[in-house]
């Protein structure tokens, strides 16, 4: 049990009982016996200004924040990582010794590090990257691309304006192109990997029609979504032999700056604490 002298934080977000981050925070406390709490805190869009500018004065040490609320965190903070202004949303606040707001954007990290933990070996620089959606998952994910050395990112969406927008933002190199979804199979001729940063085959949403015929047999795909932990798409996949990784590394990988920012360990992503966040 925490003390009255223990380090909290949480999660902000609305609605926030889906959210497993409390299980992931609450099992590296446990492990590493520290006096700390991490909490939902479940906050309707109209109160997000506010509850954000009062977590200092609760004398919270920092959270999480989840939709629809990073665009709003990133413009309230104080100050930014390189890779927060870059991307133009926060999932992550540490309250500064002024009581100030300091954002970053973990989910780029956490993407990366499942890569590289679910499919050991595997180079971003490889091949071409295609990307599914334009949302701010996406944003999130081709800048760490970007950063990682793709020599090309292809941005599919349904509505393309939207995939413009944030080529716009993102592309400083020329490397990036944008497609509808409906036109996927020029873009997956020559990929290396293929992401699906939208919510399609998430438990309750449609499913992602794609056909993979033209993807190269060893070519990666990776699925944000991770209810369920084998999408129909991560299935079709690997039914046609290629390496797959599930969304649940990014989620566990991306809660690791946070965790070390607030208590001070840089915590371990094992078989173990999959489980744990998975046993609820």
Not at 49 to 58: F, Q, S
Not at 145 to 167: D, S
Not at 264 to 271: A, L, M, S
């Amino acid at each position: 049990m925490p003390s009255g002298a223990a380090r909290v934080a949480g999660v902000i977000g609305w609605p926030i009982g889906h959210s497993r981050s409390p299980r992931l925070h609450g099992t590296w406390l446990a492990w590493y016996g520290i006096d700390g709490a991490y909490v939902p805190l479940p906050t309707p869009p109209d109160r997000a200004d506010e509850a954000l500018r009062a977590l200092p004065a609760l004398g919270l040490v920092g959270a999480n924040v989840t939709v629809p609320h990073k665009e709003r965190a990133f413009r309230a903070c104080d100050t930014l990582t390189d890779r927060a202004r870059r991307v133009g949303a926060v999932n992550t606040l540490s309250i500064t010794e002024m009581g100030g707001l300091h954002g970053d954007s973990t989910d780029g990290f956490g993407f990366l590090e499942n890569l590289r933990h679910g499919a050991p070996g595997w180079d971003v620089t490889r091949g071409p990257a295609v990307v599914l959606g334009a949302g701010g998952a996406a944003r999130a994910v081709c800048a760490a691309l970007l950063e990682a050395g793709a020599p090309a990112v292809r941005v599919l969406n349904r509505t393309v304006a939207r995939a413009e927008t944030l080529v716009a933002d993102l592309d400083e190199g020329g490397v990036m192109t944008v497609a509808p979804l409906a036109d996927a199979a020029a873009a997956l001729i020559d990929a290396a990997l293929l992401v699906n940063t939208t919510s399609l085959g998430m438990v309750g949403q449609p499913s992602l029609v794609l056909d993979l015929a033209p993807l190269p047999p060893d070519a990666l795909v990776n699925d944000l979504v991770y209810a369920p932990l084998e999408t129909p798409l991560l299935a079709a996949a690997r039914a046609r032999g290629n390496g797959v990784v599930d969304g649940l590394g990014m989620l566990l990988h991306q809660g690791r700056p946070g965790f070390q920012a607030w208590f001070g360990v840089d915590p371990e992503v094992t078989p173990a604490l999959r489980r744990a966040v998975l046993d609820d």
